[in-house]
């Protein structure tokens, strides 16, 4: 196959039901989209990775900054990860001057970091007054990027963090309920325990084989887990939560 049609077919995967954590990912699209609105002037991503929610808030910032960690060379991250940011710097220690950034944004990043206080009260400490942070943190969701993986958040965690920094929290809603994040949980085990260790192996017939049995129940999973949830929003149990905090006047 060549490189340009496999670019093409992973593009699709990663939009597709049968990707096994899909629903994770849309369900914080949807939620970084309704916070999108509180954006504006300059927006600074911090732990921005390879960007992937730029597209929600470019048609309404002034400019987009992206700032992630140093690159750290070994099983977590590498040079070849598709790193975006404009500025390498710790998320706990801003190189940036006070009262001068009108959003940011922070994506799945606090549960990797040590101190999340501290990047709290920097992130309350760079933005303007009247200016928004918008953060996005997991509740239910298994070790990743080990061992750099430190947290889970409640809603009431959170709101505690954004509060001590100075911060009034205007939005704070979780992503998904109970139904969701079993059928994300369940999805995710499904591909981890068949097709993934044939994937890592390199052994393309069986991984293609093991693909076409297992992909359509984790599609039928993730669907089934997001109808319910729509009929039975349970959201004790959620994968995370999307919070909006604004610094005061």
Known sequence: MSAGWRRRLNAWWERSWF??????KALLERSLGEASGF???LLLDVGCGQRRHAHLFLPKVRRYVGLDYPLVFGD???AAGGEQADIWADGQYLPIASNVVDTVLCTQVL???PEPAQMMREIARVLKPGGYA????PQEWGLHQEPFDYYRYTRYGLAYLA???GLEVILLRPRGG???MMAQRWSAYLYDVTCRPLRRRGRRAAFVLCAALILPWVALTQLAGL????LQPLERNTLGYVMVARKPA
């Open 19 to 24: 990707e096994p954590e899909h629903l994770e």
């Open 39 to 41: 954006a504006g002037g």
């Open 76 to 78: 977590v991250w590498s």
């Open 111 to 113: 549960e990797h970091v």
């Open 134 to 137: 918008l953060v996005t943190v």
């Open 163 to 165: 509060e001590k920094a």
């Open 178 to 180: 109970f139904w969701a």
């Open 227 to 230: 109808a319910l949830d729509r």
